[in-house]
């Protein structure tokens, strides 16, 4: 029994001093860090960074400056995203306007003569004039006629009919040539007598109060208007219409003598058919005032205006 116990103290005793004097726990710490520590840091921590935070840079954000920074990288991959700022070449095609705004605004430097206004635009001369007879000149009309110059009083409401100018000196020289009017005196009572009457050119019917069968730039009333459509067009006016008095056959009538030549040769038709004791005699020819106004009142039946006077004067 002693011994048993004896025994027992001996080996605890035994067992104290190799707690004390041998390192026993160095293999077992050893092993821990370097199974356990050691392999979550090479596992789990040195994976994270190798292959989640290295490739957000290198293929989000490294995209982008990837271009300008990395040789390794291809163009074509960052290119691919940011091709927007790549105008190159759709900007140098952009300024390629440069055509269409050069021949827009052409007319600005180019011969294109400037615009002038109507009413200071010179009336040309015809290229051809008849000869032997007095010749109008544009000056001469446009002295005589002021408002006609340009496009003269002509206007949207009022084209049919109207004429300026230079329509008018065309048809005036053409039928001082037709009826044989070679007088200035004669020439320069028939231009101030129309343009008072149709209003500078501006009329070649009767528009106020809106009588039936007056016109011409001379504004014969129907029975003239139906003696010229006559003399004009004999095959083609009926002898009953020279006393028609309803609207519709008298404007008809007038209707055929509402061209230039006619409506501007009706003057020179009266002067020398109708009136034929003021053509080539002293009553017009020498160009004094009392006979022109001798000439409304008596020849033609008109009234006298002073208006008429300042057509004549010019």
């Known amino acids: 029994m002693k011994v048993a116990v004896a025994f027992t103290?001996?080996?605890?005793?035994?067992?104290?001093?190799?707690?004390?004097?041998?390192?026993?726990?160095?293999?077992?710490?050893?092993?821990?860090?370097?199974?356990?520590?050691?392999?979550?840091?090479?596992?789990?921590?040195?994976?994270?960074?190798?292959?989640?935070?290295?490739?957000?840079?290198?293929?989000?954000?490294?995209?982008?400056?990837?271009?300008?920074?990395?040789d390794d990288v291809e163009p074509a991959s960052s290119s691919n995203e940011y091709t927007a700022p790549a105008l190159s070449s759709d900007y140098t095609t952009a300024p390629a306007p440069s055509s269409d705004y050069?021949?827009?605004?052409?007319?600005?430097?180019?011969?294109?003569?400037?615009?002038?206004?109507?009413?200071?635009?010179?009336?040309?001369?015809?290229?051809?004039?008849?000869?032997?007879?007095?010749?109008?000149?544009?000056?001469?009309?446009?002295?005589?006629?002021?408002?006609?110059?340009?496009?003269?009083?002509?206007?949207?409401?009022?084209?049919?009919?109207?004429?300026?100018?230079?329509?008018?000196?065309?048809a005036l020289n053409n039928a001082a040539q037709k009826y044989g009017v070679t007088e200035r005196g004669e020439v320069v009572a028939m231009i101030a007598l129309m343009a008072f009457e149709s209003g500078s050119w501006q009329y070649n019917v009767?528009?106020?109060?809106?009588?039936?069968?007056?016109?011409?730039?001379?504004?014969?009333?129907?029975?003239?208007?139906?003696?010229?459509?006559?003399?004009?067009?004999?095959?083609?006016?009926?002898?009953?219409?020279e006393s028609a008095t309803d609207d519709l056959t008298m404007n008809n009538v007038r209707a055929m003598v509402l061209g230039d030549d006619d409506s501007f040769g009706s003057a020179f038709w009266y002067l020398t058919t109708q009136a034929p004791e003021y053509h080539n005699t002293g009553k017009l020819k020498d160009g004094d005032l009392a006979s022109f106004k001798e000439y409304c009142t008596s020849a033609v039946g008109a009234g006298w205006d002073d208006d008429r006077q300042k057509g004549w004067e010019a």
């Open 102 to 170: 050069a021949t827009s605004s052409a007319p600005e430097t180019s011969d294109v003569a400037p615009e002038t206004s109507d009413t200071e635009a010179e009336t040309t001369e015809p290229t051809t004039t008849p000869s032997g007879v007095y010749q109008i000149t544009a000056s001469q009309l446009d002295a005589a006629v002021p408002a006609g110059k340009g496009s003269g009083k002509c206007t949207a409401d009022n084209s049919d009919g109207c004429a300026n100018n230079e329509q008018a000196l065309v």
């Open 206 to 241: 009767n528009e106020f109060p809106g009588r039936a069968g007056q016109g011409t730039k001379a504004m014969f009333m129907y029975p003239f208007i139906y003696k010229y459509a006559k003399a004009l067009y004999p095959d083609k006016v009926q002898d009953a219409w």
């Open 9 to 70: 103290v001996l080996s605890a005793l035994v067992q104290t001093g190799f707690a004390k004097c041998i390192p026993s726990p160095t293999p077992d710490y050893s092993v821990a860090p370097s199974s356990d520590y050691s392999a979550v840091p090479s596992s789990d921590y040195s994976a994270v960074p190798s292959s989640d935070y290295s490739a957000v840079p290198s293929s989000d954000y490294a995209t982008e400056p990837a271009p300008s920074s990395s």
